[in-house]
């Protein structure tokens, strides 16, 4: 528990707890109610799961298993991630565009 605001912080870094507050009264205002209070992941998404007790016995347990829901859990974060940046208003009209198409 010495670690635990550390712990939380890098969860936060890495992208695997993003940081974001909705309010339906910033609506009326005409701003968007849905703000996303993280930076973008930093890249250290695999670093945060060896540091974490289930994904490190997973890893010694099973590693090839643990691999491939690695990569899944970072493609998922990533598309997480984009998702809630487009909640938020913040992804180019363009980049928006295209993803639709």
């Known amino acids: 528990m ?16 993003p940081m974001y507050r909705y309010n339906p009264t910033l609506k009326a205002e005409g701003k968007y109610p849905f703000t996303l209070d993280c930076k973008d992941p930093d890249g250290t998404l695999q ?25 899944r859990i970072e493609e998922e974060l990533m598309t997480r991630f984009e998702n809630l940046k487009r909640m938020a208003g913040n992804v180019p009209a363009e980049k928006e565009a295209a993803s639709a198409e």
């Open 47 to 71: 670093e945060f799961l060896s540091g974490e007790v289930r994904y490190a016995s997973l890893e010694k347990t099973f590693p090839d298993e643990s691999k491939k829901l690695r990569a």
């Open 2 to 17: 010495g670690k635990a605001q550390e712990e939380q912080k890098l969860a936060v870094q890495c992208g695997y707890w």
